[in-house]
């Protein structure tokens, strides 16, 4: 487990919140594996009816931590625990609830695309700068987005890596509704637990109907994860990735 995940449960709800606020909320291998273990676990356990899914005030995530992408570009081991989490997402059996304030990049976008209602405050930015960085989409975004968002839309958000407002992503379909800062966790829990008072088999089948099969959207991840390794240790990447760190540094 992750110290940097923090996993309650308030009733039949269970939040699973990324706590690393002087890194934004940057994911680590370990945050990955902490997350999906919290999935999995909550799915296996009746008690749970909805996850919750949050961050900090200002910073929902800004994405996969740098240091873990350095060493697989230069050749390191990445693990599973990207993967087992993105699966986790993807397969997940009940309902997901997420709240965004402030920074959302890269998989702190794309997670979204997995949640049944997605909240968020004014300032929230959603941001993929995936093609800026040399490497691909991921989290099945390339099949959900161009289905949710349509071909244009999607293209500007995933490819061209144009930031969205959270007007403009509610207006595009990818977060359900905008609320102030202070009310941003209240309103979220509150849809929450309103799931989660559903009957229980009832709302099973109907997502499960919405939703659909689940198995071309876990081999769309796979597809996205081997190009996403393949360009990890390309040169153009490589160079991207320095380049991204030197402007940090600057």
Avoid: W
Wanted: glycine residues 8%.
């Amino acid at each position: 487990m992750s110290e940097h995940i923090v996993v309650e449960r308030h009733g039949a709800v269970q939040t699973i919140r990324m706590n690393r606020p002087d890194k934004k909320n940057a994911i680590t291998r370990a945050m990955y594996g902490a997350m999906a273990k919290a999935l999995t676990d909550g799915d296996a356990d009746p008690a749970v009816r909805c996850h919750l899914i949050l961050g900090v005030p200002g910073a929902f995530s800004a994405g996969n931590d740098m240091a873990d992408f350095m060493v697989v570009a230069m050749g390191g081991d990445g693990g599973t625990e990207v993967f087992d989490f993105l699966v986790a997402l993807a397969r997940a059996a009940k309902p997901i609830v997420s709240a965004a304030d402030g920074i959302a990049v890269g998989i702190g976008t794309t997670i979204h695309f997995h949640c049944d209602m997605t909240f968020a405050t004014p300032r929230t930015m959603f941001h993929t700068p995936f093609v800026d960085l040399g490497i691909v989409p991921e989290a099945g975004s390339t099949l959900i987005a161009p289905a949710l968002l349509g071909t244009q839309a999607s293209f500007a958000l995933l490819a061209l890596g144009e930031p969205f407002s959270a007007e403009r992503a509610k207006a595009a379909g990818l977060i359900y509704e905008v609320v102030a800062e202070e009310e941003l966790e209240s309103r979220a829990m509150a849809a929450a637990t309103s799931i989660a008072a559903k009957p229980p088999e009832a709302l099973k089948l109907s997502r499960d109907l919405m939703r659909g099969n689940r198995d071309a959207l876990v081999e769309r991840i796979k597809e996205e994860g081997r190009l996403f390794t393949a360009r990890l240790k390309s040169d153009e990447t490589k160079q991207a990735l320095m380049a991204f760190m030197s402007r940090k540094k600057g």
